[in-house]
Structures are given as structure tokens and as C-alpha cells.
């Protein structure tokens, strides 16, 4: 494994994996269990927004991760009487928000909005509002071509790693940005003859929404991939 780029909701690496593999991690992001506000009960709203657009936009406001009981759901509350913008800093309670300054509604002058919003563990699959980030991946690949195209690849892709070998010239197609269509089209447009190799290997990149690290995002998603696969084993032998 080959770290790319690592930043604070960011990471991409290079993995020999099977694109089988990466698409079931990828897949099982969505049985990550996360919280998100469920449930919104609006006592007073003088915004111009209506009660379903605030609930609405309340439920996508990323919230801190923390072990719930279920049986007594916890609860933030928002009681404010300020001119301008709400945000979502101003949610009160035991759970905290992850970024302060989401916009939820505007208020003019003597103008309320009080509300108390109900907290859930739930899994993207039920609601999008639960996804803790998301996975993508794309295959590595090799482009060579002829040493005429070098300077015009080098000028449009300043960062590819070209490699020079007798006439020809290889360009790894292994960052964040992906140039082989870049330097196919470059290729083509002058009439060149271009060749692309398919590598080993996958970069594999995990965005986070915040409620965890990118980090967590895949190592929960394995482990919520091995829980069924644990599951799928033990009904086998039983059958």
C-alpha cells in the first residue's frame, strides 16, 4: 500500500487489490452506523423557510460520533431570537456538531426560531443523512508514446512522472488527477499513436464528511463487511 495524499477529510493510496474487493468496501460504507438528527419538533419559526425545509437541512448537518442508547434518544435544542443567519453552531445539547457554520435559516429583526431536534443511529442505506463519506476508486495505468509529445504532455500535466527510454517516453498515470484521457487526447489530435496499459493495482480514495476520519470510513467498513461474510459463513455450514 502507497499513500498519495493525505489530508484532514482525505486520503488516497495505491492498493494491489481486486476491483471485486474495493467495490464490497465501497459498497459496505453504507452499513457504517452514524448519527444524524431524525427527528425535528418545531415549536416557533418566523423564517421565511417552512418547518420541512429547516427539519430538512437540520438532518444533513454532520454530527460527532458517540455511543447512543436507543431506548432514550439523545436531544439538541436551538431557541434563538437573533437577526441573520442561524447556524448550525447554535444546536445545543450532548452530541456535537462537526462544522459550526452551516447556514440552516435567516431571521429578521424580532423574528424566533425555537425547535428541539431528536438524535438516531442509522446506516446509509436507510437515508443518505447517515453516510459517513464515501469510496471511489480507478485503475493505474502506463501511456507511451513517442518523445514529440513530451513538452505539451509536460506543459498541460506538470506533475505526471515521465520517464524517457530511447524515442519513447512513459507516463504513469498514478495521482490524484487522472491524465491518460489528457494525454491520449493530446497524442491524438496530432496524429501520434498512443498505447495504454492497464497496471496492477487500484488508487483507492476515501472523502470523509467529517463524523470520522477517513481512516475509520474504511477500516468499519471492512469490519462491517466481515460481520456478514462471518454471517454468509456459519449459514452455509448449517444448511
Same mark, same amino acid.
Given at each position: 500500500?502507497?499513500?498519495?495524499?493525505?489530508?484532514?477529510?482525505?486520503?488516497?493510496?495505491?492498493?494491489?487489490?481486486?476491483?471485486?474487493?474495493?467495490?464490497?468496501?465501497?459498497?459496505?460504507?453504507?452499513?457504517?452506523?452514524?448519527?444524524?438528527?431524525?427527528?425535528?419538533?418545531?415549536?416557533r419559526?418566523?423564517?421565511?423557510?417552512?418547518?420541512?425545509?429547516?427539519?430538512?437541512?437540520?438532518?444533513?448537518?454532520p454530527?460527532?460520533?458517540?455511543k447512543?442508547?436507543? /431506548?432514550?434518544?439523545?436531544?439538541?435544542?436551538?431557541?434563538?431570537? @437573533?437577526? =441573520?443567519?442561524?447556524? !448550525?453552531? %447554535?444546536?445545543k445539547?450532548?452530541?456535537?456538531?462537526?462544522?459550526?457554520?452551516?447556514?440552516?435559516?435567516?431571521?429578521?429583526?424580532?423574528?424566533?426560531?425555537?425547535?428541539?431536534?431528536?438524535?438516531?443511529?442509522?446506516?446509509?442505506?436507510?437515508?443518505?443523512?447517515?453516510?459517513?463519506?464515501?469510496?471511489?476508486y480507478?485503475?493505474?495505468?502506463?501511456i507511451?508514446?513517442?518523445?514529440?509529445f513530451y513538452?505539451?504532455?509536460?506543459?498541460?500535466?506538470?506533475?505526471a512522472?515521465?520517464?524517457e527510454k530511447?524515442?519513447?517516453?512513459?507516463?504513469?498515470?498514478?495521482?490524484?488527477?487522472?491524465?491518460?484521457?489528457?494525454?491520449?487526447?493530446?497524442? /491524438?489530435?496530432?496524429?501520434?499513436?498512443?498505447?495504454?496499459e492497464? @497496471?496492477? =493495482?487500484?488508487?483507492? !480514495?476515501? %472523502?470523509?464528511?467529517g463524523?470520522m476520519?477517513?481512516?475509520?470510513?474504511?477500516?468499519?467498513?471492512?469490519?462491517?463487511?466481515?460481520?456478514?461474510?462471518?454471517?454468509?459463513?456459519?449459514?452455509?455450514?448449517?444448511?
Amino acid at each position: 500500500m502507497k499513500k498519495i495524499e493525505k489530508k484532514e477529510n482525505k486520503l488516497s493510496f495505491i492498493a494491489e487489490t481486486s476491483e471485486t474487493l474495493a467495490n464490497c468496501i465501497r459498497r459496505y460504507v453504507n452499513q457504517i452506523p452514524v448519527l444524524a438528527i431524525d427527528e425535528v419538533e418545531i415549536s416557533r419559526n418566523d423564517s421565511a423557510l417552512y418547518d420541512e425545509t429547516i427539519a430538512h437541512r437540520l438532518g444533513l448537518v454532520p454530527l460527532k460520533f458517540k455511543k447512543v442508547d436507543e /431506548k432514550n434518544p439523545e436531544k439538541l435544542t436551538l431557541e434563538t431570537k @437573533k437577526e =441573520g443567519v442561524v447556524y !448550525s453552531g %447554535e444546536l445545543k445539547g450532548a452530541v456535537e456538531v462537526v462544522y459550526e457554520k452551516i447556514p440552516i435559516t435567516l431571521l429578521s429583526n424580532n423574528r424566533e426560531l425555537k425547535l428541539t431536534a431528536i438524535i438516531k443511529a442509522g446506516k446509509a442505506e436507510e437515508h443518505s443523512k447517515f453516510s459517513p463519506g464515501f469510496i471511489f476508486y480507478r485503475n493505474i495505468s502506463e501511456i507511451t508514446t513517442t518523445k514529440d509529445f513530451y513538452d505539451e504532455i509536460k506543459k498541460v500535466c506538470p506533475n505526471a512522472e515521465i520517464k524517457e527510454k530511447g524515442d519513447k517516453i512513459t507516463i504513469m498515470d498514478n495521482q490524484i488527477k487522472e491524465v491518460a484521457d489528457v494525454c491520449e487526447g493530446i497524442v /491524438k489530435r496530432r496524429g501520434g499513436e498512443v498505447n495504454i496499459e492497464i @497496471k496492477p =493495482g487500484l488508487l483507492i !480514495s476515501i %472523502e470523509s464528511f467529517g463524523q470520522m476520519t477517513p481512516e475509520e470510513i474504511f477500516n468499519k467498513s471492512i469490519s462491517e463487511l466481515k460481520k456478514d461474510l462471518n454471517s454468509l459463513s456459519k449459514s452455509i455450514q448449517k444448511a
